[in-house]
C-alpha cells in the first residue's frame, strides 16, 4: 500500500478532510505546524486530520512524527504495524536525497532507524518476523550515507550482540570505531554506557573495571530522562561490584575526562536532570545488597561519604577542608566545596551556599569544572521531565 493510500486509511477526519483543506489554499507545512501544535496541547481530534494532510501531501517531517504517533504505546492510536509501514515508505522514497543539503536528511535517516528497530523485533500482527540481516542493512546505509550516530550506536550494538566476544573481526572493529567515536566526540550517553559495560565485562576489549565504571559513571551526566533508566541499572551494578580501590582509579579517569571536555554534554541531558545527585531515583536512596549507598556520579567527595557508611557527618573533615580551603579564595576548591553542598555531603543540600561557591568559581575564574557544576546545580532546580521512556534490558 502506497502512502497516501495508507494514510488516507487511517484519518481521523474522514476522506473529506483532505478535499477541504486543499480547497481552502492550506499548504501542507502549514498544516502540519498547526497539528502539531495541536497535538502537544492533547487535542488529537484537531491535530491528526491536519498531520495527516501534510503526510499524504508529501510532507516528509510530518510523515515521520505520524508514524511516531502510531508507535506510542501508551496513546488509543497505537498500531505499530501502520508506523512501520510509513517509516519503509519514507526509507524507499528518500534513499537518494542529499545527506547535507536536504533538510528532509535527519527524519529519512531516523526512519531508518526506526524501521530496523520494528524488523529486529518482529510484528506478529501482521505476519513480520524478525528479520535482523534486514535491520542491518537500513542501520547501515543510515550509518554511512547520512553519517547518524543513532544508526551509528544501534548498528555497533547489533554487530557485537551478534558478534562471539572473543573473536575480533572486521565488523567488531568497525562497532568498536563506532562505539568509540561516539563516546568520545560525541558525548554520546548510550554508547558511553555500552562501551563502558564491554569494558568491565571484557568482551572485544581487555577487561578493565575502573574503565568501565568511569564510562558508565560519565554517561550519567550526558544521558536523557529516557536514556537514564537503564544507564543507571548498569552503572549500579557495576558499582556495586567494583572493588574501592578500582573506584577511587575510576573517579580519577572521570576527573580526567571532565578536564579535556569541561561542561560538554549530549543535547538532551538537561531533560534528565543533573549528574550531581547522589544514590537517589524519585528521592530514593539506592544502596548495594549490603546496605553500602551508591555514588551516582564518581568524584573523590562522593566517594568518601560512601565509603564511610553514607554518614554526612564522618566526613565532616573533609567538609570543613574543602570550606576552609574555598573561604581563603582557593578557586581550585572553590568547585569541590560547590558540588558538596549540592550532593548533601554533610550539608544540607537545600543550602544556597553550594550555589554561591560554584557561582563565585564560575565567575571568577571560568573553570570548566566550576561552570559544569554550577550549571549542573542550576538544572536540578529545574522541573524534571515527567515522561520517560521504558527502561532499556541491559544489552
Given at each position: 500500500m502506497?502512502?497516501?493510500a495508507?494514510?488516507?486509511a487511517l484519518m481521523?477526519g474522514?476522506p473529506?478532510?483532505?478535499a477541504r483543506?486543499?480547497?481552502?489554499?492550506?499548504?501542507p507545512?502549514?498544516?502540519?505546524?498547526?497539528?502539531?501544535k495541536?497535538?502537544?496541547?492533547?487535542?488529537?481530534?484537531?491535530a491528526l486530520?491536519?498531520?495527516?494532510?501534510?503526510?499524504t501531501?508529501?510532507?516528509?517531517?510530518?510523515?515521520?512524527?505520524?508514524a511516531?504517533i502510531?508507535?506510542?504505546?501508551?496513546?488509543r492510536?497505537?498500531d505499530?504495524?501502520a508506523a512501520?509501514?510509513?517509516y519503509?515508505?519514507?526509507v524507499?522514497n528518500?534513499k537518494?536525497?542529499?545527506?547535507y543539503?536536504?533538510e528532509?536528511?535527519?527524519?529519512?535517516?531516523a526512519?531508518n532507524v526506526?524501521?530496523?528497530d520494528?524488523?529486529?523485533?518482529?510484528?506478529?500482527g501482521?505476519?513480520?518476523?524478525?528479520?535482523?540481516?534486514?535491520?542491518?542493512e537500513l542501520?547501515?546505509?543510515a550509518?554511512?550515507?547520512?553519517?547518524d550516530?543513532?544508526?551509528q550506536?544501534?548498528?555497533a550494538?547489533?554487530?557485537?550482540t551478534?558478534?562471539?566476544?572473543?573473536v575480533q573481526?572486521?565488523s567488531?572493529t568497525l562497532?568498536?570505531?563506532y562505539l568509540?567515536?561516539?563516546a568520545?566526540e560525541k558525548q554520546?550517553?548510550?554508547?558511553q554506557?555500552?562501551?563502558?559495560?564491554?569494558?568491565?565485562?571484557g568482551e572485544?576489549?581487555?577487561?578493565?573495571?575502573d574503565?568501565?565504571?568511569?564510562?558508565?559513571?560519565?554517561?550519567?551526566?550526558n544521558a536523557t530522562?529516557?536514556?537514564?533508566?537503564?544507564i543507571?541499572?548498569i552503572?549500579?551494578?557495576?558499582?556495586c561490584?567494583?572493588a574501592r580501590e578500582q573506584?577511587?582509579?575510576?573517579?580519577?579517569?572521570v576527573?580526567?575526562w571532565?578536564?579535556?571536555?569541561?561542561?560538554?554534554?549530549s543535547?538532551g541531558?538537561?531533560?534528565?536532570?543533573?549528574?550531581?545527585?547522589f544514590?537517589?531515583?524519585?528521592?530514593?536512596?539506592?544502596?548495594?545488597?549490603?546496605?553500602?549507598?551508591i555514588?551516582s556520579?564518581?568524584?573523590?567527595?562522593?566517594?568518601?561519604?560512601?565509603?564511610?557508611?553514607?554518614d554526612p557527618e564522618?566526613?565532616?573533615?573533609?567538609?570543613?577542608s574543602a570550606?576552609g580551603?574555598a573561604?581563603?579564595?582557593?578557586?581550585?576548591a572553590?568547585p569541590?566545596?560547590?558540588?558538596?553542598?549540592?550532593?548533601?555531603?554533610?550539608?544540607?543540600a537545600e543550602?544556597?551556599?553550594?550555589?554561591?561557591a560554584?557561582?563565585?568559581s564560575?565567575?571568577?575564574?571560568?573553570?570548566?569544572?566550576a561552570?559544569?557544576?554550577?550549571l549542573?546545580l542550576?538544572r536540578a532546580s529545574?522541573?524534571r521531565?515527567?515522561?520517560c521512556?521504558e527502561?532499556?534490558?541491559r544489552?
Amino acid at each position: 500500500m502506497c502512502l497516501a493510500a495508507l494514510v488516507a486509511a487511517l484519518m481521523v477526519g474522514g476522506p473529506g478532510f483532505e478535499a477541504r483543506a486543499g480547497s481552502s489554499g492550506l499548504q501542507p507545512e502549514d498544516a502540519f505546524d498547526r497539528g502539531l501544535k495541536a497535538y502537544r496541547q492533547g487535542n488529537l481530534e484537531d491535530a491528526l486530520p491536519l498531520i495527516d494532510f501534510a503526510a499524504t501531501n508529501g510532507y516528509v517531517r510530518a510523515q515521520f512524527v505520524l508514524a511516531r504517533i502510531y508507535g506510542e504505546r501508551d496513546t488509543r492510536l497505537y498500531d505499530p504495524a501502520a508506523a512501520f509501514h510509513i517509516y519503509e515508505s519514507i526509507v524507499e522514497n528518500n534513499k537518494d536525497i542529499d545527506p547535507y543539503l536536504d533538510e528532509n536528511a535527519p527524519y529519512v535517516a531516523a526512519a531508518n532507524v526506526a524501521a530496523a528497530d520494528y524488523l529486529m523485533k518482529g510484528i506478529p500482527g501482521i505476519g513480520l518476523a524478525p528479520d535482523r540481516a534486514k535491520a542491518r542493512e537500513l542501520l547501515e546505509f543510515a550509518a554511512s550515507y547520512f553519517d547518524d550516530t543513532d544508526a551509528q550506536f544501534e548498528l555497533a550494538k547489533l554487530i557485537l550482540t551478534d558478534a562471539r566476544p572473543d573473536v575480533q573481526d572486521e565488523s567488531a572493529t568497525l562497532a568498536l570505531h563506532y562505539l568509540s567515536t561516539l563516546a568520545e566526540e560525541k558525548q554520546h550517553a548510550g554508547a558511553q554506557a555500552f562501551l563502558g559495560d564491554l569494558f568491565w565485562e571484557g568482551e572485544h576489549v581487555g577487561r578493565r573495571p575502573d574503565m568501565g565504571l568511569a564510562l558508565v559513571s560519565i554517561a550519567l551526566g550526558n544521558a536523557t530522562a529516557g536514556d537514564r533508566l537503564w544507564i543507571e541499572e548498569i552503572y549500579h551494578d557495576i558499582y556495586c561490584r567494583t572493588a574501592r580501590e578500582q573506584r577511587a582509579e575510576a573517579a580519577r579517569i572521570v576527573a580526567r575526562w571532565d578536564e579535556r571536555h569541561g561542561a560538554a554534554r549530549s543535547a538532551g541531558a538537561s531533560e534528565g536532570g543533573s549528574a550531581f545527585t547522589f544514590g537517589e531515583v524519585g528521592g530514593v536512596k539506592r544502596t548495594c545488597a549490603n546496605g553500602e549507598p551508591i555514588a551516582s556520579r564518581l568524584t573523590p567527595e562522593a566517594l568518601a561519604v560512601a565509603e564511610q557508611g553514607g554518614d554526612p557527618e564522618a566526613s565532616g573533615g573533609a567538609v570543613a577542608s574543602a570550606q576552609g580551603a574555598a573561604s581563603s579564595e582557593d578557586a581550585g576548591a572553590r568547585p569541590t566545596f560547590g558540588n558538596m553542598m549540592g550532593l548533601g555531603l554533610g550539608i544540607s543540600a537545600e543550602d544556597a551556599g553550594g550555589e554561591s561557591a560554584l557561582k563565585s568559581s564560575a565567575s571568577a575564574s571560568r573553570a570548566r569544572l566550576a561552570v559544569a557544576g554550577y550549571l549542573s546545580l542550576m538544572r536540578a532546580s529545574q522541573p524534571r521531565c515527567r515522561r520517560c521512556s521504558e527502561p532499556r534490558p541491559r544489552r
